[in-house]
């Protein structure tokens, strides 16, 4: 071997090496690729409305005043976790007044960002005067309300309805004596109102509501005046 070739057989074998190490190189990237935990993935938001309807011996204008009782509905996460919506959505709410009509309601609209996933609407609850709380749990507990948030996805799931019948026995204006949780249709209120806040939001938003009417049977509840 001439001392004009070894040099170039030694630059030949570098240039292999480095090939070679390159190669390599490649390979472990796409491993770490792979074995790397998921991206987290854009958030959805959830559309969804949240009223109560008071039935008693007054005038419907007083029952929409003062310290009458208010409906919530529980939300259960993909990990299992629940969390009512009113703490959880409070301050993204939009308010609904009562626009006259005895069957309306009052409430509020919550526009909420959620993980992708599957979600289920699997409890009622109803607070009276912030002192007594009436959970939904009848003899025969209704099926969770399941849906799914898609990523980046806008989903109206329609309104979750509390019809609340005051009076009893005695006539007595404030003490609850039936309580009928309901799902309904209310995407011309609910999105106009969305559209005053977020218009985007309410033209992106896709409609797909949880089955209609009566859920689960009514419930006769002891709240009382306290």
Same mark, same amino acid.
């Given at each position: 071997?001439?001392?004009?070739?070894?040099?170039?057989?030694?630059?030949?074998?570098?240039?292999?090496?480095?090939?070679?190490?390159?190669?390599?190189?490649?390979?472990?990237?796409?491993?770490?690729?792979?074995?790397?935990?998921?991206?987290?993935?854009?958030?959805?938001?959830?559309?969804?409305?949240?009223?109560?309807?008071?039935?008693?011996?007054?005038?419907?204008?007083?029952?929409?005043?003062?310290?009458?009782?208010?409906?919530?509905?529980?939300?259960?996460?993909?990990?299992?976790?629940?969390?009512? %919506?009113?703490?959880?959505?409070?301050?993204? !709410?939009?308010?609904?007044?009562? @626009?006259?009509? &005895?069957? $309306?309601?009052? +409430?509020?609209?919550?526009?909420?960002?959620?993980?992708?996933?599957?979600?289920?609407?699997?409890?009622?609850?109803?607070?009276?005067?912030?002192?007594?709380?009436?959970?939904?749990?009848?003899?025969?507990?209704?099926?969770?309300?399941?849906?799914?948030?898609?990523?980046?996805?806008?989903?109206?799931?329609?309104?979750?309805?509390?019809?609340?019948?005051?009076?009893?026995?005695?006539?007595?204006?404030?003490?609850?004596?039936?309580?009928?949780?309901?799902?309904?249709?209310?995407?011309?209120?609910?999105?106009?109102? %969305?559209?005053?806040?977020?218009?985007?939001? !309410?033209?992106?938003?896709?409609? @797909?509501?949880? &089955?209609? $009417?009566?859920? +689960?049977?009514?419930?006769?509840?002891?709240?009382?005046?306290?």
């Amino acid at each position: 071997m001439t001392d004009e070739a070894l040099p170039s057989q030694l630059q030949g074998a570098l240039v292999r090496m480095q090939a070679h190490f390159k190669a390599l190189l490649f390979v472990f990237l796409l491993a770490g690729c792979a074995s790397r935990p998921d991206q987290p993935q854009e958030n959805g938001l959830l559309v969804v409305s949240v009223t109560q309807q008071v039935n008693g011996p007054l005038d419907p204008l007083h029952y929409t005043q003062g310290p009458n009782p208010v409906a919530d509905f529980r939300l259960q996460r993909p990990d299992g976790r629940s969390r009512w %919506l009113t703490p959880v959505g409070w301050w993204r !709410a939009v308010r609904i007044p009562w @626009d006259g009509n &005895p069957g $309306g309601g009052t +409430g509020r609209l919550y526009v909420l960002p959620l993980p992708p996933g599957e979600y289920a609407i699997d409890a009622w609850s109803v607070v009276y005067r912030n002192v007594l709380r009436q959970t939904g749990l009848p003899a025969s507990p209704p099926p969770p309300l399941r849906f799914n948030i898609q990523p980046g996805q806008i989903r109206y799931i329609g309104n979750l309805h509390m019809e609340i019948d005051m009076g009893g026995e005695f006539a007595d204006p404030y003490n609850v004596v039936a309580l009928w949780p309901k799902l309904r249709d209310e995407q011309l209120r609910d999105l106009a109102l %969305l559209a005053s806040k977020k218009p985007e939001a !309410a033209k992106a938003a896709e409609i @797909d509501l949880l &089955p209609l $009417g009566d859920w +689960g049977t009514p419930v006769t509840p002891s709240l009382k005046n306290p």
